[in-house]
C-alpha cells in the first residue's frame, strides 16, 4: 500500500520536474536565438562582426544567462536546506542575515583588492558563515518564525551600519557596493563564473551525505536520535553547506532577495511536492530557483530596462507581491500560527540597576531630565573648540559672536537628537505593545524604511527641500507602510507574526529601492548612503521647531492609550471581555506608532535601534504599567540618541560618523545578547 502511494507521488514530483525544465530550456532559447542566429551569420562573414558576435553570444548573453540559473538555483538549495534545518519554513539566507554578512566581505574585497578575485567566494562564505552562527546562537536552532525573523532583522540592520560606516570612510567604493547590494546578473566575461562555479563543486559533492541525515529531522529530534542520527552534527554540516551554497549565489549575482525563501514554499504549495522528501524537494527547489530568476532577468532585457533596473530590483518586485500572498493566506508559516507567541525577554539588571529601579518614579523621572539637561550642557560644550561656562554666559550676554555660532550649530542638532530619540522610543512601545514581543519596533514592521525611502525621492527630486516638505514625504511613506501592512493583515486579526513578515517584507523591499536609487545617482552618493543610516549633521532650529508639535501632541495621546494597552496586555479574549474594541484599538495604536516615528525619521533620516532599545531601558528600570513606561521609555530614548550624536561628532574629529550608525552597533549587539541570554535559560529550564 505504502508504494502504491509513493508511485503516484514521484510521478508527480516527475511531472512538476518536467515542466519547469522545459520553462527554463524554452526561455533560455528565447534568449540566446537572435544571439546564435547573428554568430552563425556573422561567422560566414568573419572580420570585426563574427568578434562582436562572439563576444556578445559567449561573453555576455551565455554568461549571463548561466548565472541566473546557478545563482537562482544555489539560493534555493540554501533555503531549503536551512528550512530544513530549522523546521521554520521562514529561514533563508536573507532572512539568516548570510547576506548582509556577504556584504561586509565584498567591501573588504573593495578595499583590499588583494582579496578579490579567485578568495571571493572563500572570503563571503567566512563572513556568510559567521552571521549564521550568529543568528543560529540569538534564535536557537528550533526558533519559532516570530523569534527568527526578530534575529535575523537585528543581524541585518547590524551589518548594514558596519557596511555604512565603511563606505563613509571608503565613498569611491559607494557605487559599486551599493550597486551590488541591489543585484546585478551582468557578467562581463566567463572567467569569475567558472571561478565561482569551481568553488560549486565542494558543496554538491557534500550534498547527498547531507540531504539523508536532514530526512528524520521532519519528524522531531526525539525520533531522528532513535533513527541514529547526531542532530547537532548533521545540522552543524547542513549550515555550512548551505552557506557554501549562498556564497557561491552571492558572489556571481549579489543578494538577490526572496528567492531561497519563496522557492521552496511555493513547491509546499503544490500538491505533488509539498510531501516530498527532500532528496526530491532539494533538487525541485532548484529548478524554481533558477527558472524564477532566469524568466525575470528575461522579463527585464525584454522590455529594455536593463540599464535603468537591475536584477534584483525586479525580483525584489516580482517576489514582494509573491510573499505578501503567501503571508496572506497563511502559507508562509504552515501551521506556525498557533506558536509564534514569544515569552517576553527578561533583560539582566546590575545591582546599580537594580538600586535605581527600587527608587519611586518621581525621583528617577527627575535624575533623568537632569541627565538631559546636563547632556545638553556638556554635548554642546565639547568639540574641536571647547566652550567653558564663561564662553557660555558671555554667549547669552551677546558678547561672543563665535561662541554663540559654536552653539548655534551644536545646540539644534542636540534638540533635535533628544526630541526624535524621544518619539523612536515611543514609538517602539506602542509597537511592541501591539505585535506583543519585546523585540518588535518601527525598523523590523518596516515603517522607518518606508518614511526613509520617500523622504529619500524627496530629497533627489528636490535638494533643497523644506523640512516641511520632507515631514510630508515621511509620513506618507510611513503611513503607506503601515497602511498597506493593516490591510493585508485584516484576515489575521493583525496576528503578530503576520503583521511582523509583512513589516519585513515591505522594508526589505523599500531598502532595496534605495539601494538602487543611489546606484542611479551621479553625485554626492555618499550623502543619500549616510543619510539612508541616519544622523544629525546639519540639523538646525527649523527641524526643532518642527518636531516640537509632534511631542507635544503625543503627551495627552499616549496618556489616554495607556489604561488600555495595559488592559490588551492580558490577552485578547480577556481584553475583549473587559470591553476593549480591540480591532479599533490595533489599527489606532499602529497609527500613532507611524505618525510618531515618521515625524523622527523625517528630522533625523532612519536611525535604528532606538525605538527597539529604550523599551528594554525602561523595562530594566522598573517600568511595568505603560502610563510609566511609555514617557520613561521616551526620556531613555532621547538620551540615548543625544549621546549618540555627542560621540559621533566627537569620537573621530574633524570626520564625522553617522549617528546611526552608531545607535545600531550599540543596539544590535545588546539585543542579540538578550536573545541569546533568553535561548540559554530556555536550555536550562528544559533540562
Same mark, same amino acid.
Given at each position: ?18 515542466? =519547469? ?16 542566429? &547573428? ?49 521554520? *519554513? ?34 563571503? &562564505? ?69 571561478? /565561482? ?15 539523508? *541525515?536532514?530526512? *528524520?529531522?521532519?519528524?522531531? +529530534? ?9 542532530? +547537532? ?52 527547489? %532548484? ?57 517576553? %525577554? ?7 540597576? =537594580? ?18 539637561? /546636563? ?8 568639540? %574641536? ?8 554666559? /558671555?554667549? =547669552? ?130 550623502? &543619500?548612503?549616510?543619510? =539612508? ?26 496618556? &489616554? ?56 531601558? %525602561? ?69
Amino acid at each position: 500500500m505504502l508504494s502504491s502511494r509513493q508511485a503516484p507521488m514521484k510521478s508527480r514530483v516527475a511531472v512538476i520536474a518536467a515542466a =519547469l525544465i522545459v520553462l527554463i530550456i524554452v526561455t533560455a532559447a528565447m534568449r540566446l536565438a537572435p544571439g546564435v542566429q &547573428f554568430w552563425l551569420a556573422a561567422s560566414a562573414q568573419g572580420g570585426d562582426a563574427a568578434t562582436l558576435s562572439r563576444i556578445l553570444l559567449f561573453d555576455l548573453s551565455m554568461p549571463r544567462v548561466a548565472a541566473a540559473l546557478v545563482a537562482g538555483a544555489c539560493l534555493a538549495v540554501a533555503g531549503t536546506l536551512f528550512q530544513a534545518i530549522t523546521r521554520n *519554513p521562514l529561514a533563508s539566507p536573507d532572512l539568516l542575515g548570510i547576506t548582509g554578512g556577504a556584504q561586509l566581505g565584498l567591501l573588504a574585497a573593495m578595499i583590499v583588492p588583494v582579496l578579490a578575485g579567485v578568495a571571493s567566494v572563500p572570503l563571503l &562564505f567566512g563572513c556568510g558563515l559567521a552571521a549564521a552562527l550568529c543568528v543560529v546562537a540569538a534564535a536557537g536552532w528550533r526558533a519559532t518564525p516570530l523569534r527568527l525573523v526578530l534575529a535575523g532583522s537585528v543581524c541585518m540592520l547590524l551589518f548594514s551600519a558596519i557596511s555604512t560606516l565603511v563606505l563613509a570612510f571608503f565613498e569611491q567604493s559607494i557605487a559599486g557596493a551599493a550597486l551590488w547590494a541591489s543585484g546585478s546578473l551582468y557578467q562581463p566575461g566567463a572567467s569569475g563564473l567558472k571561478t /565561482a562555479m569551481g568553488w560549486l563543486l565542494l558543496p554538491l559533492l557534500v550534498l547527498p551525505f547531507v540531504i539523508r *541525515p536532514l530526512n *528524520p529531522l521532519v519528524l522531531g +529530534d526525539d525520533a531522528a536520535t532513535a533513527a541514529g542520527v547526531r542532530i +547537532d552534527a548533521a545540522r552543524g554540516v547542513a549550515m555550512v553547506v548551505a552557506v557554501g551554497f549562498a556564497s557561491v549565489a552571492v558572489s556571481i549575482a549579489g543578494p538577490l532577495s526572496y528567492v531561497g525563501l519563496i522557492a521552496p514554499n511555493l513547491l509546499r504549495q503544490i500538491r505533488g511536492a509539498k510531501s516530498s522528501k527532500l532528496g526530491a524537494l532539494v533538487p525541485l527547489s %532548484a529548478l524554481v530557483g533558477g527558472a524564477l530568476v532566469l524568466v525575470t532577468d528575461s522579463a527585464v532585457l525584454v522590455l529594455d530596462l536593463d540599464a535603468t533596473l537591475s536584477t534584483g530590483v525586479a525580483i525584489a518586485l516580482v517576489g514582494t507581491p509573491l510573499m505578501l500572498a503567501m503571508i496572506r493566506s497563511g502559507a508562509a508559516w504552515a501551521g506556525a500560527m498557533g506558536k509564534e507567541q514569544e515569552p517576553p %525577554a527578561s533583560a539582566a539588571r546590575t545591582r546599580g540597576m =537594580l538600586a535605581l529601579a527600587a527608587q519611586p518614579w518621581p525621583v528617577i523621572a527627575g535624575g533623568l531630565l537632569l541627565a538631559s539637561a /546636563a547632556l545638553l550642557f556638556v554635548g554642546a560644550s565639547l568639540g %574641536a573648540r571647547m566652550i567653558d561656562p564663561a564662553s557660555w554666559l /558671555a554667549a =547669552l550676554d551677546g558678547r561672543d559672536e563665535v561662541t554663540r555660532m559654536l552653539l548655534d550649530l551644536r545646540v539644534p542638532r542636540l534638540l533635535c537628537a533628544l526630541l526624535a530619540g524621544g518619539l523612536l522610543a515611543a514609538s517602539g512601545v506602542l509597537m511592541q505593545s501591539i505585535v506583543r514581543n519585546p523585540l518588535a519596533g518601527p525598523e523590523v514592521l518596516g515603517v522607518t524604511q518606508g518614511a526613509g525611502l520617500a523622504t529619500f525621492i524627496a530629497l533627489i527630486l528636490w535638494p533643497f527641500a523644506a523640512h516641511s516638505t520632507l515631514a510630508v514625504a515621511a509620513l506618507v511613506g510611513g503611513g503607506a507602510t503601515l497602511m498597506l501592512t493593516l490591510l493585508l493583515n485584516r484576515r489575521h486579526r493583525y496576528a503578530p507574526l503576520a503583521v511582523a513578515l509583512t513589516g519585513l517584507v515591505l522594508g526589505t523591499l523599500w531598502t532595496t529601492l534605495s539601494q538602487w536609487l543611489i546606484t542611479q545617482q551621479s553625485v554626492q552618493p555618499a550623502r &543619500f548612503v549616510v543619510w =539612508l543610516v541616519g544622523g544629525t549633521y546639519g540639523r538646525s532650529w527649523g527641524e526643532v521647531m518642527t518636531l516640537l508639535p509632534w511631542c507635544l501632541l503625543a503627551l495627552p495621546v499616549l496618556a &489616554f492609550l495607556a489604561k488600555p494597552l495595559d488592559l490588551l496586555a492580558l490577552g485578547d479574549e480577556q481584553a475583549a471581555s473587559l470591553g476593549l474594541p480591540i480591532a479599533v484599538l490595533r489599527p489606532l495604536v499602529l497609527t500613532v506608532a507611524t505618525l510618531a516615528a515618521c515625524a523622527a525619521v523625517a528630522a533625523v533620516g532612519p536611525v535604528s535601534f532606538i525605538g527597539l532599545m529604550a523599551p528594554h531601558l %525602561a523595562a530594566m528600570l522598573g517600568a511595568r504599567s505603560h502610563r510609566t513606561r511609555l514617557w520613561l521609555a521616551a526620556v531613555c530614548g532621547a538620551l540615548l540618541l543625544a549621546l549618540a550624536d555627542v560621540a559621533a561628532r566627537t569620537l573621530l574629529a574633524p570626520r564625522e560618523i553617522p549617528a546611526g550608525v552608531l545607535t545600531a552597533m550599540i543596539g544590535a549587539p545588546y539585543l542579540l545578547a538578550l536573545l541569546i541570554m533568553q535561548v540559554q535559560r530556555e536550555k536550562r529550564g528544559g533540562r
